[in-house]
């Protein structure tokens, strides 16, 4: 067993599901879920008694909510500060941004998948040395650039989306993008990947972006539905997925395949 393990601390209004996600962690040799809180007056006050390593955070909960805990954070003495990891059931990138802007580290879209938590737990935890757990340093998973652009363009035609579209090669190169550093999936879709794609294509970030979502709404409307259901939850099936979604889901499933093969 490792001699220094993953402090977690869980806040989310939903017993069972904390219960669920503590006995996962607990079983997994290298973290510890250090307290439960279901309500955001709790959680700050386990973090200030607790100073965990990392933070599971729901949006909703009952006081304040998962967005005033962040505001009410930067008030704890914890040095560092634990990083964050919000659950939501909620894709919204508006929604994204503004936790991002108030220190939110990672988004977990639920339904979600537990050992996918518990690898983003090992990547955003802080070292006692001070640094932060980046992606291909001692983690598994992470498949090399050829073979991941290979299984996104496998995975974009097997979702529907349109070849042809402009959104296409720039959805391609955001999955891609999102592997190689998974931050860039807390809220920062509009501020590094967008522009970078811009950049790299001549375009705009409001064109990527625009152009993103044209091929993510073709593929919903005339691709296979059922795939995308699959990928990113039951909550496809009510509304088309937003691009961050999208992203970090085809991202994920990436991940998982690599790791499991």
């Known amino acids: 067993m490792p001699s220094q393990l993953i402090r977690v601390l869980i806040a989310d209004n939903n017993l069972e599901l904390c219960r669920t996600i503590q006995e996962f962690l607990d079983s997994q040799g290298d973290m510890e879920v250090v307290a439960l809180a279901h309500d955001g007056q709790q959680a700050l006050e386990e973090m200030a008694r607790e100073r965990p390593d990392v933070v599971i955070l729901d949006i909703t ?3 304040l909510d998962g967005m005033a805990v962040l505001e009410h954070m930067g008030e704890l003495d914890l040095d560092p500060q634990p990083k964050v990891i919000v659950l939501t059931a909620l894709g919204r990138e508006d929604i994204i941004q503004r936790f991002t802007e108030l220190g939110a580290d990672y988004f977990i879209i639920k339904p979600f998948d537990l050992e996918l938590l518990a690898e983003r737990i090992r ?6 040395n001070g640094s932060v757990v980046r992606e291909g340093r001692g983690v598994t998973g992470v498949p090399s650039y050829t073979e ?5 363009t496998q995975l974009l035609h097997e979702m529907g989306v349109p070849p042809n579209f402009k959104g296409y090669n720039y959805l391609r190169d955001a999955v891609l993008m999102a592997l190689r550093d998974p931050q860039l999936l807390g809220g920062s879709l509009t501020k590094r990947v ?17 152009a993103i ?3 993510v709404l073709a593929c919903y409307e005339r691709g296979n539905q059922e ?4 990928l990113c939850g039951v909550g496809s099936r009510r509304s088309c997925p937003t691009n961050s979604m999208v992203i970090a889901k085809l991202a994920d499933h990436i991940r ?3 790791k499991v093969g």
């Open 123 to 128: 990547q955003f935890s802080l070292p006692k």
């Open 213 to 215: 979502r044209n091929a």
């Open 61 to 63: 909960m009952p006081n």
């Open 148 to 152: 991941a652009s290979l299984t996104v």
């Open 194 to 210: 967008y522009p970078q794609l811009a950049e790299k294509y001549g375009s705009t970030p409001g064109g990527v972006e625009a």
């Open 256 to 258: 998982l395949q690599k």
């Open 227 to 230: 795939f995308i259901h699959k």
